[in-house]
T-cell receptor
């Protein structure tokens, strides 16, 4: 009964191309969505967020898109860089508690 | 500013023993959270302190887990007695801002292995 799902455990992309990471959620009442990046042996690092009143939020190379009707959000990284190689987690913030997806390992090849 | 510090970084203990994990949040952060990631699965919420008070402990798996935050500064998470399924990475996070769009700062985690 996972409320937040990342169906792709891994993704490989060439440097300079676009990386698209996807996330689905089950509860249409969720209002706040976040993306975290995690390097090995480190804690997750906050990347970007979006509220349900918006459908797009952009910060430099990172853009998060929210499709409320499909209960789907995605993170676009363009252009992708080798340093972006990490595990990416989407999360929803409900009641000041984060519920995470299982993560997608992104590998950006030089 | 110093980040969220967790100690120890690794701990290997035998089933039935006791382990205490420590978290030092960023100075001035009233909100402190514990999460854990078991077997490479999703990161799951354990509990949330506001200063020294437990705001939400709905994620604590059972009464073998005890979290404290005396004085509203650092926090400890004790597992007693430890079981094999408690193995995983325990993350602590802190925040000052209650804005739900403002991400927390996580520590590097404590990797707990119960053998």
């Amino acid at each position: 009964d996972q409320q937040v799902k990342q169906n792709s455990p891994s993704l490989s992309v060439q440097e300079g191309r676009i990386s698209i990471l996807n996330c689905d959620y089950t509860n249409s009442m969720f209002d706040y969505f976040l993306w975290y990046k995690k390097y090995p042996a480190e804690g997750p690092t906050f990347l970007i967020s979006i509220s349900s009143i918006k459908d797009k939020n952009e910060d430099g190379r990172f853009t998060v898109f929210l499709n409320k009707s499909a209960k789907h959000l995605s993170l676009h990284i363009v252009p992708s860089q080798p340093g972006d190689s990490a595990v990416y987690f989407c999360a929803v913030n409900a009641g000041n508690m984060l519920t995470f997806g299982g993560g997608t390992r992104l590998m950006v090849k030089p | 500013e110093a980040g969220v510090t967790q100690f120890p970084s690794h701990s290997v203990i035998e089933k039935g023993q006791t382990v205490t994990l420590r978290c030092d949040p960023i100075s001035g952060h009233d909100n402190l959270y514990w999460y854990r990631r078991v077997m490479g699965k999703e990161i799951k919420f354990l509990l949330h302190f506001v200063k020294e008070s437990k705001q939400d402990e709905s994620g604590m798996p059972n009464n073998r887990f005890l979290a404290e935050r005396t004085g509203g500064t650092y926090s400890t998470l004790k597992v007693q007695p430890a079981e094999l399924e408690d193995s995983g990475v325990y993350f602590c996070a802190s925040s000052q801002n209650r804005n739900p769009l403002y991400g927390y700062t996580f520590g590097s985690g404590t990797r707990l292995t119960v053998v």
